[in-house]
């Protein structure tokens, strides 16, 4: 099983906006590169992008989250 990891500590956000879609849904499949997310420092937004691929993703961390670098946002099966 592969996972997507913070790159940075921060607040997650799993849409661009609170109107917007999620960038994925849980269940979708995800291609490298494809952006999960946000990643908010200080009011800078970071985007999360996928390093491996993989199908049916699975969120461990909530939308508007903290998390610490390193932490483990998603998982891919």
Do not use: C, W
């Not at 956000?13 to 490298?32: C, H, N």
């Not at 199908?55 to 610490?68: A, G, H, K, R, W």
């Amino acid at each position: 099983m592969a996972q997507i990891l913070s790159p940075l500590p921060g607040t997650f956000y799993r849409s661009a906006s609170p109107d917007q879609p999620p960038f994925k849904a849980d269940g979708a499949d995800v291609a490298v590169g494809d952006v999960i997310g946000l990643i908010e420092v200080m009011k800078s937004f970071h985007e999360v992008k996928a390093e491996v691929a993989g199908s049916n993703v699975q969120f461990l961390t909530d939308n508007e989250e903290p998390v610490m670098a390193g932490a483990v946002l998603a998982e891919l099966s």
